[in-house]
């Protein structure tokens, strides 16, 4: 098991391995970006402020930050990642994802887990691979911006997508898809919840419908591709 960690002379470390399992937190000021790799085990940071850089997390991970961007190469066990302000970046996972961001984007590049991912500003985009036999379900969304999915041809969903404007991005938000989704727009604007909005809304479903497809945003497109 390796761990690379910059910090600054301020910097708190406490490593804790047990149990196959690697821990570390992080405080203090002068933080540099920290890399963690480990070999076997779940890999678990939580850092004060500042990145996250995992290149490989076999078992799984969990990693959380106050401030700053979090990246994980390659997880085959569950990964659960936060940060309060920054980017997230999956490369390749084969298990389910939890990822949040309270302002960036997220991006899944490559599963085929189970995913929830969401932003309270920001796009988030993720692509799912591989045999469609097994559950799956999807929940991507966003207080503010775009949402793409790519699954595969055969992927087999239950969709639910809930697209809310105001009216300054009248006329400037869509759902897309081939899948011929039924779509259903409010006539009047709604003023319950502060600014005026209207909703559109998209169901279907493909196969036998096995996975369940929640994609929800607010003032910014929603893009359903497969390939």
């Not at 850089?53 to 078992?59: G, I, L, R, W």
């Not at 898809?177 to 779509?183: E, I």
Request: hydrophobic share 35%; proline share 2%; net charge negative.
């Amino acid at each position: 098991m390796a761990m690379r960690i910059g910090m600054g002379m301020l910097g708190l470390f406490t490593a804790v391995m047990a149990a196959g399992t690697m821990t570390a937190t992080l405080a203090g000021c002068g933080i540099h970006p920290a890399e963690a790799a480990s070999e076997s085990g779940t890999v678990s940071i939580h850092k004060m402020g500042g990145d996250i850089d995992v290149a490989d997390a076999p078992e799984g991970a969990t990693l959380e930050t106050m401030g700053g961007n979090v990246r994980l190469g390659n997880v085959t066990g569950h990964a659960k990642l936060h940060t309060m302000g920054g980017n997230i970046t999956v490369e390749r996972a084969h298990a389910s994802i939890d990822a949040s961001t309270m302002g960036g984007t997220v991006r899944i590049e490559d599963t085929n887990g189970a995913i929830s991912a969401s932003t309270m500003g920001g796009d988030v985009s993720a692509r799912e691979v591989g045999s469609s036999s097994e559950r799956r379900d999807i929940h991507l969304s966003s207080m503010s911006g775009t949402l793409t999915l790519v699954v595969p041809q055969d992927f087999p969903m239950e969709i639910h997508i809930k697209l809310t404007y105001t009216k300054n991005h009248e006329g400037q938000c869509r759902i897309i898809d081939k899948l011929g989704l039924k779509q259903q727009e409010t006539k009047d604007w709604d003023s319950l919840h502060g600014t005026p909005r209207k909703v559109i809304r998209a169901d279907g479903q493909t196969g036998n419908g096995l996975n369940k497809v929640t994609l929800e945003t607010i003032n910014g497109d929603v893009i359903l591709k497969q390939e």
